[in-house]
DNA sequence: TATATTATTTAGATTTGTCTAAAATTTATT
DNA sequence: AATAAATTTTAGACAAATCTAAATAATATA
């Protein structure tokens, strides 16, 4: 079944807000989209009629399986091509979102999987998140926020929250992308700043918001061990 | 400006229908474009009135020079990534027409250009279209057709007229494709037949509908040179 | 040239996705 | 619990792109 692109978009949206919330309002819904609430609900009744979501009026709304297995789709999709957008033609990761907004729309499910093996079969998009398999799998990343660090902690950036061209310029400017290694060097509990280091360079700052909006993969920090005398 | 992908398709009819007819008709664009006349008199009103298009009722329409502009940027986006498809993603050339159908109406510039480089400029599709470059300069290929070649010319494919499945299919079973070299054995005045002969293959018959399909590039036939005695 | 045929346009509907304004329902607050 | 506030839905409208059927214009034919 072949859908228009802005049926995708709703179904991608409450996918996405589903994570949050088992049932998606109309209002975030109308928010995420940036369109009104009046709209969605015509929209949220169209799909109901095509079985991709359950609603009931006043209720708030959830995918069915089938809704969650098309927004899954879109979502490989998308993140398929924002890996070649940044790994093939060298856009900047902060860049890449826009155009894969369109890409993703593009139907051909042969077109999608023959661009994952050109791509080497990716894990992760340029942001860190999962990309789904041919199947619709989506693998669970276990991640942790970097503000719940405790001092000491190393760990590497994994994903950003939320994915903002403003919070890209902000990671940009201090040098942070997925992939890179952080040290929690203190963490001040008066504004829950906590200052970080990178290899090879000196600590920095970086805000509670900020901390709040890293996910990272935890390494237990190493533990200097004395070497035995004897 | 962006302009709908209905409206683009739209362009791109009258650009291509325009090589062959100075002024386009409502019913020639109505078959290319499988709608109806009525369809297409409300659209190309609307084209007008954004001056894409010069256009009087019972007329026919031509494009304006923006128009024309709009038309050959996305026939630079389809021929691109029909190249992309083939020699990227290993695409059959026969398949590629579809999916570019969609991905020419990608809107983003930048992609087009970058995706241009990472290419390394091609200069024409899998089809042997020419490719415009970013300026919407367009190379005029003198390509000459296979029906009208003399006995014994040698020559090289470099475009298929009707670019169908159909005669995909045909092309794909006799092994010609673009920049296959072919020689004239034989023509026969009876059915307009040709017999043609491949590079280590012997010769075989081809139909005068496909002659006047296939565009080559025409080489001066070799002419056997008698070695001086001495 | 008058008439038949074909091509094109107009008029009026339909579908999809959106909107505003008003009404209905749910949730929060006194 | 009654009322206020917020959320959600309905009703009615609109723009884009399409359609059918009828009317009009251009072209071909007798």
């Known amino acids: 079944m072949k859908y228009s692109a802005s049926k995708e978009n709703y179904l991608k949206a409450i996918f996405h807000l589903q994570q949050e919330q088992a049932s998606v309002s109309t209002n975030a819904l109308a928010q995420a989209l940036q369109t009104k609430a009046a709209s969605v609900t015509d929209m949220l009744k169209k799909l109901k009629a095509q079985k991709l979501l359950h609603y009931e009026r006043y209720k708030g709304v959830k995918l069915t399986v089938e809704g969650r297995k098309v927004a899954i789709l879109i979502i490989r999709k998308h993140r398929l091509w924002e890996y070649f957008l940044v790994h093939k033609l060298s856009f900047g990761w902060e860049e890449v979102h826009e155009i894969a907004e369109e890409l ?127």
């Open 104 to 230: 993703e729309h593009v139907s051909s499910k042969k077109l999608t999987d023959r661009l994952e093996e050109f791509l080497g079969f990716p894990q992760t998009d340029p942001h860190g998140d999962p990309i789904p398999d041919l199947q619709g799998r989506m693998p669970v990343s276990k991640q942790v926020i970097l503000a719940d660090l405790p001092v000491n902690a190393i760990c590497t950036v994994s994903n950003i929250g939320d994915q903002t061209a403003e919070i890209m310029e902000l990671l940009n400017h201090k040098n942070i992308r997925i992939g890179t290694k952080l040290e929690v060097k203190k963490k001040f509990s008066f504004d829950n700043s906590l200052e970080v280091k990178l290899r090879n360079q000196s600590a920095f700052t970086i805000s509670e918001h900020l901390a709040k909006n890293l996910f990272v993969k935890f390494e237990e920090p190493v533990v200097e061990k004395s070497k035995p005398v004897h």
